[in-house]
């Protein structure tokens, strides 16, 4: 199974920080990553997929890369409204994994 | 508008059974790879199971398989999850998704959840 390690698992960090969080695949997922924000009691919001495609509707500080079996999420200029754990996952070769979620809260 | 609707959530015994449903409206059901994902409490996301669109082609987590059956009733528009042999590790809520018309497995649409708790 593939494994994703996700760091750090919190950031505390105030408005208008530039965050980064981090994905890392066991193996190869050629570019089959999302991200996804989850509010408490909320269901997932999907952000990214293929690595680096913005979904519709989400703000453009959002942005992914990728760089071999690593991945990232940035948020270029951080809002109240983003206060939230944040999620990889990858969907390669009929299998699913998640990473093990980054909380950004308020420093 | 796209919606999913879970619900069979409920306190159940250790080895119990429990079935879940997911009702979609707003868009062609019939069209769409389904998918069952859970978290427990304070924990994170896990992919438990998907479902092609005609039913045919299903895939499991490993810790669910033999224990629970991912199904679909395109005429209903409903997805469901039969849990068998149920652990006190499979209490989550559990959200159905709305996949692609492909396998690239990440999902645009949610369900608001349904809680299942194995206790004793």
């Known amino acids: 199974d593939i494994q994703m390690t996700q760091s750090p698992s919190t950031l505390s960090v105030s408005v208008g920080d530039r965050v980064t969080i981090t994905c890392r695949a066991s193996?190869?997922?050629?570019?089959?990553l999302a991200w996804y924000q989850q509010k408490p009691g909320k269901a997932p919001k999907l952000l990214i997929y293929k690595a680096s495609t913005l979904e519709s509707g989400v703000p453009s500080r959002f942005s992914g890369s990728e760089s071999g079996t690593e991945f990232t999420l940035t948020i270029s200029s951080l809002q109240p409204d983003d206060f939230a754990t944040y999620y990889c996952?990858?969907?390669?070769?009929?299998?699913?994994?998640f990473g093990g979620g980054t909380k950004v809260e308020i420093k | 508008e796209v919606q999913l609707v879970e619900s069979g959530g409920d306190l159940v015994q250790p080895g119990g059974s429990l079935r879940l449903s997911c009702a979609a409206s707003?868009?062609?059901?019939?069209?769409?790879?389904m998918t069952w994902v859970r978290q427990a409490p304070g924990k994170g996301l896990e992919w438990v199971a998907n479902i092609n669109q005609d039913g045919r082609e299903t895939f499991y987590v490993d810790s669910v398989k033999g224990r629970f059956t991912i199904s679909r009733d395109n005429a209903k528009n409903s997805l469901y999850l039969q849990m068998n042999i149920l652990r006190a590790e499979d209490t989550a809520v559990y959200y159905c998704a709305k996949g692609g018309v492909d396998s690239s497995w990440y999902w645009r649409v949610w369900g608001q959840g349904t809680l299942a708790t194995v206790s004793s």
């Open positions: 707003g868009f062609t059901f019939s069209s769409y790879w």
């Open positions: 996952q990858q969907y390669n070769s009929y299998s699913v994994t």
């Open positions: 193996q190869s997922i050629s570019s089959s």
